[in-house]
């Protein structure tokens, strides 16, 4: 082996507490980007999914006039003959007031967010179905399935309770109607619908007085990666009307913008964690140096250069650096590969998204590794400065 | 040449006007009270510090001018070394701590045989593959001797090498490198304390207060200028 290497290796692996010290010092800052990563790039992919999957699908249509006037039938079968497509369906939304009596009490509630679904259509492209806890999904016409938090504030909604949904139609004009509780929806974190209420989608169009017409249609891909492809194949093939095609990442861009920022910052902290490493690296191999002043002045005595002393250190950084950024990258995707199999959860509700992002864990421990070798340069070079008549000096 | 340390007030003249030659094959001790500029002397024969005036040459060559990387180049191919203390890197085994120069230099071939071939003629090629923090004082001096002629230098330079020993393995050293010296035709500078136990030797040389004397008696001593 390369003496230079040798030495390098020995010396460091002769003061085993600070090649643990350095080596954790590389490691703590890896794990601490892949721990930021699980948790809050999982959220946000969390977020992404569950919007994906209940609400904007991989492809969202929308109409520049708010409603889509073309046959939705028409509309999803056009989808449904794109092969990757695995299925589509309308939604309509408004806002009601509902008012229910319970145990003699008149419970009030208004503005809440009302969604008309296509019972049969939804849940194959819509996971929201799984939402609800009790009881069942929209079924028929006079079923109304409450969100939680809904049910609550109408003083504790059950499956079986009837009430009524008020909602002003396209000529100002009130619309009551009477309809049935058939289920509740709960979603982990959310983002489904426990804020809102679910009919069926004509009973809806029936109370806004608007016959055929649709809000969006939601397009649940197989291969999400080909939304791109299935936006520009909508638009161009109905160029004269005024569709707005949008993937999940431009539909969900506005709910998402502020927590990208959010993630642009952690990821921060955690380089800053990096840099406060790259700190330790210098402060445990100035210790190092220091302590072999005196090998290092025989080293030059017996014909070694400034050169050569350089390299020794920079090989140790290499060390620390390699050892580090392989301990940190094992830790980190174990921590990863933990969270993902125990379905780890943010809060104790919305299950994170976890992934492995492969380009970011190279990149990771490549910079970790890079940073270690910055780190060692500073020593290297003080040990360089070191005379070689130390090696005489008596005491 | 002369020597001197610090500026103005605490300036010290380590070697005032210091001038000889030493022949190839001599060995020859320096002698001197503590303080009286001998280590400062061996450290600009070995290339280790620059002279504040005057100049070294080592083979003809004049060294005064030398880059960094040609002093090194000259430590290492045309001097050895052996110190008071802790001479070895305790990071390497004994064997390993002999080739360093060697490997220093990137010339390797037959380094290893070589290295062998020394060791047991310093007597420690049972010691080969111990780490060198592991051996005796009086070991650890063989080992040195060893490695600082590992490079078939011109000269071996020694600072008090049995300054650290107890009589019995201080006489053994001595004797060793006066053996080495002649069985290698190899030229020894070495200061010592112990002028006694070296017996005869080809000169000595005596420091006193930074200047140097031939002889190591004062009724025998000429000025050396
Ligand atoms: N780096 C230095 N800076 C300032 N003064 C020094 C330095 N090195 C040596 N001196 C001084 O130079 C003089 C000669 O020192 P030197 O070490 O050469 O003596 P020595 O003969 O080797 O002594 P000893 O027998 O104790 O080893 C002393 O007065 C010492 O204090
Ligand atoms: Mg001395």
């Known amino acids: 082996m390369e003496y230079r290497l040798r030495l390098a290796k020995r010396m460091l692996f002769n003061k085993k507490g600070s090649l643990i010290g350095a080596v954790l010092a590389v490691t703590i800052g890896i794990l601490v980007i892949h721990v930021n990563f699980v948790i809050f790039q999982g959220l946000f992919d969390a977020i992404v999914r569950d919007i994906s999957n209940y609400r904007n699908g991989d492809v969202l249509i929308t109409d520049e006039e708010d409603y889509i006037d073309k046959s939705d039938q028409a509309l999803v079968n056009w989808f449904e003959r794109i092969p990757y497509v695995e299925a589509a369906t309308p939604r309509l939304s408004s806002t009601a007031s509902i008012n229910m009596t319970k145990f003699g009490t008149l419970h009030e509630e208004t503005r809440i967010p009302i969604v008309g679904v296509d019972p049969l259509r939804d849940i194959r492209a819509s996971t929201v179905h799984e939402t609800v806890s009790e009881g069942q999904y929209v079924f028929s016409r006079n079923s109304i399935v409450l969100g939680s938090n809904v049910a609550r504030d109408l003083g504790g909604a059950q499956v079986g309770d009837s009430l009524k949904v008020k909602i002003i139609d396209r000529y100002g004009q009130d619309q009551i109607k009477r309809l049935v509780v058939t289920g509740i929806a709960k979603s982990p974190g959310g983002q489904g619908f426990d804020y809102s209420v679910v009919v069926h989608i004509d009973t809806l169009r029936d109370l806004m007085n608007r016959d055929g017409d649709t809000g969006s249609i939601m397009v649940k891909l197989n291969d999400p990666s080909k939304a791109s492809d299935v936006k520009n194949f909508f638009l161009a093939a109905f160029p004269n009307d005024d569709f707005i095609a949008e993937t999940i990442e431009e539909s969900a861009e506005e709910q998402l913008a502020g927590f990208r920022s959010g993630i642009a910052m952690i990821n921060m902290i955690g380089y800053f964690g990096m840099m406060s490493s790259a700190f330790a690296i210098v402060t445990i191999q100035m210790m190092l140096v220091n302590g072999k002043t005196r090998e290092i002045g025989v080293m030059r005595s017996i014909g070694a250069t400034r050169k050569d002393i350089l390299i020794i250190f920079i090989f140790q950084g290499m060390i620390i650096g390699a050892i580090g950024a392989g301990v940190g990258t094992a830790a980190g995707l174990g921590y990863t590969f933990y969270a993902k199999e125990t379905k780890m959860s943010f809060n104790n509700s919305l299950p994170l998204e976890v992934s492995y992002n492969w380009e970011k864990i190279i990149q990771t421990a490549v910079l970790s590794f890079i940073l270690a070798i910055i780190a060692s340069l500073y020593p290297s070079y003080r040990a360089t400065k070191l005379l070689p008549v130390e090696a005489m000096r008596t005491v | ?225």
């Open chain 2, 1 to 225: 040449m002369s020597k001197i340390y610090g500026t103005d007030e605490n300036k010290v003249k380590a070697l005032d006007n210091v001038s000889f030659s030493i022949n190839k094959g001599e060995f020859v001790l320096i002698v001197g009270s503590s303080g009286s500029g001998k280590s400062t002397l061996l450290n600009m024969i070995g290339l280790l510090d620059r002279p504040t005036n005057g100049k070294v040459f080592i083979d003809e060559t004049d060294t005064t001018n030398l880059t960094d990387d040609k002093i090194s180049s000259f430590r290492n191919k045309k001097l050895g070394f052996i110190f008071q203390f802790s001479n070895l890197l305790t990071d390497l085994t004994v064997l390993e701590n002999v080739l360093l120069p060697r490997e220093i230099a990137g010339t390797s071939d037959s380094a290893e045989k070589n290295a062998i071939e020394l060791l047991k003629a310093v007597g420690l090629d049972d010691q080969i593959n111990k780490r060198a923090n592991k051996i005796s004082g009086g070991q650890a001096q063989r080992v040195a001797i060893a490695r600082g002629l590992i490079n078939n230098p011109s000269i071996v330079l020694a600072d008090e090498p049995t300054g650290n020993l107890d009589s019995v393995t201080s006489e053994k050293i001595i004797q060793l490198m006066k053996l080495m010296a002649k069985k290698l035709n190899q030229t020894f500078i070495v200061v010592t304390h112990d002028r006694q136990h070296f017996g005869d030797v080809d000169r000595i040389i005596t420091i006193k207060d930074g200047k140097a004397f031939e002889g190591n008696l004062p009724s025998e001593m000429g000025v050396l200028a």
